[in-house]
């Protein structure tokens, strides 16, 4: 997939577990745990708007695209 | 109760109509298999106990009416021949409402076991104009080949509104499954939108 989720780096970074972000923001682990691991097939913007409150960050340093090496 | 256990009660209770059908179905051709007098596509037997009169009887509509008819001239018993294969469809429609409703009675509505058992439900249709159309060809051709027959049996292909009526109901459910089969792909999609 292009677009890779840092969550887990930005959690790393602000010294946060998942369940403590996962409460601050107001939605289950096992959902927020779905999101870090790349399976979420979309974002809601109140969900991203929620961890970047919560984070202290830009959208961008959780979502990044990159573009794929290899064409079919 | 919510919607659910409602669903549930309902779905119990038709289970239980569905095997009291498929019991009730299967008693009437073992009688009529057994004791039945048939007189041109119908077969009957007739009660009477203490001055009441009642009676069961099968007949075989317009697709086998002729074979019955001809079969029945030449001393052959067409509820053994014909009702067996008659009631094949109707038993595996009931074996798989009974194994959804069974689904929906476990509060399991919306899964991909569900659209299974409704697909095939509409495949059990598509069967059945294949089973009206040839089973009676087939029918005539053991007998002919196996010079049972005393005279030559006619030979019947017959595709008239019946068939036409369980096309259009069996592409209906097909349909429907498929819808079904759609939704519960969006549901899971859906599910993954956090």
Known sequence: MAMIIELDVMLAKRKMKLNDLAEQVGITAQNLSVLKSGRAKAIRFSTLEAICKTLHCQPGDILIYQENDIEY | ?194
């Open chain 2, 1 to 194: 109760m919510n919607k659910i256990s409602k669903v549930s009660k309902v779905s119990q209770f038709i289970k239980v109509l569905l095997l009291f059908i498929a019991g009730m179905q299967l008693c009437v051709y073992l009688i009529l298999f057994l004791f039945g007098t048939t007189t041109g596509s119908v077969s009957e037997v007739s009660f009477n106990y203490l001055g009441m009169s009642s009676s069961i009887h099968v007949s075989f509509d317009s697709s086998w009416q002729g074979l019955a008819q001809a079969l029945a001239e030449q001393h052959f018993n067409p509820v053994f021949i014909l009702g067996i294969a008659d009631s094949i469809p109707y038993l595996l429609m009931y074996f798989f409402l009974y194994k959804l409703f069974s689904l929906y009675q476990q509060g399991l509505v919306f899964t991909e076991v569900n659209v299974k058992y409704i697909k095939n439900i509409a495949l059990v249709f598509f069967a059945w104009i294949a089973m009206n159309v040839f089973y009676p060809v087939l029918v005539v051709f053991i007998l002919r080949l196996s010079g049972i027959a005393e005279d030559p049996l006619p030979l019947i292909i017959n595709l008239g509104s019946t068939e036409l009526r369980y096309f259009v109901i069996g592409a209906i459910i097909y349909v429907m499954a498929w819808i079904m089969s759609e939704a519960i792909a969006l549901q899971q999609e859906q599910e993954l939108v956090i």
